[in-house]
């Protein structure tokens, strides 16, 4: 058995069919949970004790999890299932959505999706009377129950980051960041782009021709100069600016783009520098380089 203090936090996501549960999901998937949706209650402790789970974000494993009416030839294990995980000290918590049965009916309608337990060709109120009791136990067992019946999509995804929102808001905006060569095309997947092509061009330099971005030569050679360091003070200026005003409106992805002549030198450094400064600022970000494949090469010189 894993050790507890390697347990991943557990979030059992249950409730009403039509009450937002889809919803939920993507709000975990943002928060850097590992989702899986509609898994049978028995299964929950192999998942659980499972040590080869992707990390999404943080230090701690994050699983959340939906069981539902769906799996309703299962549903019977879910009290043995709580039990079994307080047995073994696993930590967890359970979510429950629900609305009013009105609401409920005017959303199936709306979808024209079948409810689930309406398969022998009973009506929407009877599949939801069914439902109901079928979920009056672990209702009762939720620690947050969210009523969704006058809610927007967006209140609900902010009263599920206030109940498992841990630490900065920052870190529920995944960031981008990614150098390019502007003769290679430009970026068409980018939020912000940024041309850097003003700056003193390494390449025009016999010896740094054929380096990168990467490279401490012309890592320096673009950073400490007076007009790079004049722009990096008023980008970071911008970033700081701009970055909150994304957080605040719930923007979940971000892309910023760096661009030069080639993507070999000027944006590769500055897209580095970028990435460094956004992350001292608590955000979660990732660096790549889109054109540094196609970088100049010596037989190419």
């Known amino acids: 058995m894993a050790e507890l203090s390697n347990m991943p936090e557990l979030v059992i996501v249950s409730g009403m069919s039509g009450a937002g549960r889809t919803e939920a999901m993507h709000v975990f998937e943002d928060l850097g949970y590992y989702c899986v949706d509609n898994l049978p209650p028995s299964l929950i402790d192999d998942l659980v004790l499972m040590t080869d789970l992707p990390n999404l974000g943080g230090d701690r494993k994050k699983i959340a999890i939906v069981c539902d009416a769906r799996t309703h030839e299962f549903f019977s294990t879910m009290k043995s299932t709580l039990d079994n995980l307080e047995k073994q000290g696993i930590g967890h918590s359970i979510l429950f959505l629900d609305a009013d049965n009105d609401r409920l009916i005017a959303r199936y309608k709306s979808s024209r999706r079948r409810h689930p337990l309406c398969s022998d060709g009973a009506t929407i109120s009877s599949g939801i009377e069914r439902e109901r009791a079928l979920m009056r136990e672990i209702r009762a067992h939720a620690d947050f129950v969210i009523d969704t019946t006058s809610l927007l999509p967006a209140e609900l995804r902010e009263k599920i980051k206030d109940l498992y929102a841990h630490g900065d808001e920052r870190e529920g905006l995944a960031v981008s ?25 390494p390449y025009y330099d016999p010896e740094m021709r054929t380096m990168t971005g990467l490279d401490d030569k012309v890592r320096d050679y673009v950073l400490y100069n007076s007009d790079t360091e004049t722009f990096i003070k008023r980008w970071e200026a911008l970033l700081d600016c701009v970055m ?17 002549t080639g993507g070999q030198h000027r944006s590769v450094a500055l897209a580095e520098v970028t990435g460094d400064y956004l992350r001292r600022c608590g955000y979660r970000v990732s660096v790549a380089h889109r054109d540094l494949a196609l970088a100049v090469r010596p037989e190419d010189k």
């Open 177 to 201: 960041v990614y150098s390019f060569g502007f003769k290679h095309g430009n970026p068409s997947d980018a939020d912000l782009v940024i041309d850097v092509r003003f700056l003193p061009n």
């Open 244 to 260: 909150p005003g994304y957080v605040s409106e719930g923007k979940q992805q971000l892309s910023i783009a760096v661009g030069c």
